[in-house]
């Protein structure tokens, strides 16, 4: 059981979710910690988006509880939240800033400081030409961006970013991901969902992982890196023999085919080392048979480690 604490913004404690004789969430458990950005993965039909709705109260849970600031989560604490859902919901028959003035005065701010607030993010996002227009007038990454001021200019606490850069091409979904980097730095707790692998590589410090309503795997990314690593080399060596050279290697190490490009016509491997020899021993092996032009530890991504621990678990 996870137990509430000063270090952790949201904990839940054995949640499980039940609609009719279907399961979504069996007796799942997280732990996030104040001023990080929270990865929460899954497949399609895991149960991420029945976590997500218990934790802004758009349901409750069959069993467990759910903590916010160290306190039994109540109704009261749905202002501290800030939700961008994956089906965004703005009203398309709108004038956008009368719209985004409404969604801020729900979540408790007075006029005034709504259009503060307002201004300062349409300034920053350089959207404020938009003020008077209809959100049927927009495009679907314009409107995606006035989604996301309206999710964030009331500073939530706690962040829930569901797919936040669909709709958005690569210059306008680096703006908003620069921008959650930016809230976590000012103080914001995050909880990011989404199936873009590369994604959680840049933007999370901690990640759960559930599966069949099951988390199947929380913890730190970089140590969960370290847990997954094979010990595997990238490398590419310049010599005279290649197929010689290949031979060789074969018969010292276990290896494997390498994808990835380099300039010259190398010799690229992948090289498996057994747990009792190190990096150095291979440099020095490998510095002895040729010119060493690539040397690089393959570190398994998230999409790695997330294939591998939901096959693992489907093969159970």
Same mark, same amino acid.
């Given at each position: 059981?996870?137990?509430?604490?000063?270090?952790?913004?949201?904990?839940?404690?054995?949640?499980?979710?039940?609609?009719g004789d279907y399961?979504?969430?069996?007796?799942?458990?997280?732990?996030?910690?104040?001023?990080?950005?929270f990865?929460?993965?899954?497949?399609?039909?895991?149960?991420? +988006?029945?976590?997500?709705?218990?934790?802004?109260?758009?349901?409750? #849970?069959?069993?467990? *509880?759910?903590?916010?600031?160290?306190?039994?989560?109540?109704?009261?604490?749905?202002r501290?939240?800030?939700?961008? #859902?994956?089906?965004?919901?703005? &009203?398309?028959?709108?004038?956008?800033?009368?719209?985004?003035? &409404? %969604?801020?005065r729900?979540?408790?701010? *007075?006029? *005034?400081?709504?259009?503060?607030?307002?201004?300062?993010?349409?300034?920053?996002?350089?959207?404020?030409?938009?003020?008077?227009?209809?959100?049927?007038?927009?495009?679907?990454?314009?409107?995606?961006?006035i989604?996301?001021?309206?999710?964030?200019?009331?500073?939530?606490?706690?962040?829930?970013?569901?797919?936040?850069f669909?709709?958005?091409?690569?210059?306008?979904?680096?703006?908003?991901?620069?921008?959650? %980097?930016?809230?976590?730095?000012?103080?914001? +707790?995050?909880?990011?969902?989404?199936?873009?692998?590369?994604?959680?590589?840049?933007?999370?410090?901690?990640?759960? @992982?559930?599966?069949?309503?099951?988390?199947?795997?929380?913890?730190?990314l970089?140590?969960?890196?370290?847990?997954?690593?094979?010990?595997?080399?990238?490398?590419?060596?310049?010599?005279?023999?290649?197929?010689?050279?290949?031979n060789?290697i074969?018969?010292?190490?276990?290896?494997?085919?390498a994808?990835?490009?380099?300039i010259?016509?190398? @010799?690229?491997?992948?090289?498996?080392l057994?747990?009792?020899? $190190?990096?150095?021993?291979?440099?020095? &092996?490998?510095?002895?048979?040729? $010119?060493l $032009?690539?040397?690089?530890?393959?570190?398994?991504?998230?999409?790695d480690?997330?294939?591998q621990?939901?096959?693992?678990?489907?093969?159970?």
């Amino acid at each position: 059981m996870h137990t509430p604490s000063s270090e952790h913004l949201l904990v839940a404690n054995n949640i499980t979710k039940k609609y009719g004789d279907y399961t979504a969430l069996n007796k799942v458990s997280i732990s996030v910690p104040r001023g990080s950005i929270f990865g929460l993965l899954g497949p399609n039909g895991a149960g991420k +988006t029945s976590l997500i709705r218990i934790i802004n109260q758009i349901t409750l #849970p069959d069993e467990g *509880s759910l903590f916010l600031n160290g306190e039994h989560s109540r109704p009261e604490h749905v202002r501290q939240i800030g939700y961008l #859902p994956e089906e965004r919901g703005l &009203y398309k028959n709108m004038k956008v800033g009368e719209q985004a003035i &409404y %969604l801020a005065r729900l979540k408790g701010l *007075s006029k *005034s400081k709504a259009k503060a607030q307002l201004k300062y993010w349409f300034d920053r996002l350089h959207i404020d030409h938009w003020w008077n227009k209809k959100l049927n007038e927009l495009s679907k990454g314009m409107a995606q961006k006035i989604q996301f001021v309206v999710t964030v200019l009331h500073n939530p606490k706690l962040l829930i970013f569901d797919e936040p850069f669909s709709g958005f091409d690569p210059v306008n979904a680096n703006q908003i991901k620069d921008e959650i %980097l930016q809230l976590r730095d000012d103080g914001a +707790t995050v909880i990011f969902s989404t199936h873009r692998m590369e994604s959680v590589e840049e933007l999370c410090d901690h990640i759960a @992982l559930i599966d069949k309503s099951e988390k199947i795997l929380d913890g730190k990314l970089i140590d969960i890196k370290r847990e997954y690593r094979s010990n595997t080399f990238e490398v590419a060596l310049e010599t005279a023999n290649n197929k010689g050279l290949l031979n060789q290697i074969q018969k010292d190490f276990k290896i494997s085919d390498a994808h990835f490009r380099t300039i010259g016509d190398e @010799l690229k491997l992948n090289i498996h080392l057994d747990k009792d020899k $190190t990096a150095n021993y291979l440099v020095q &092996y490998l510095n002895n048979k040729g $010119t060493l $032009t690539h040397f690089v530890e393959k570190v398994p991504s998230v999409n790695d480690i997330f294939v591998q621990s939901v096959s693992k678990e489907n093969n159970e």
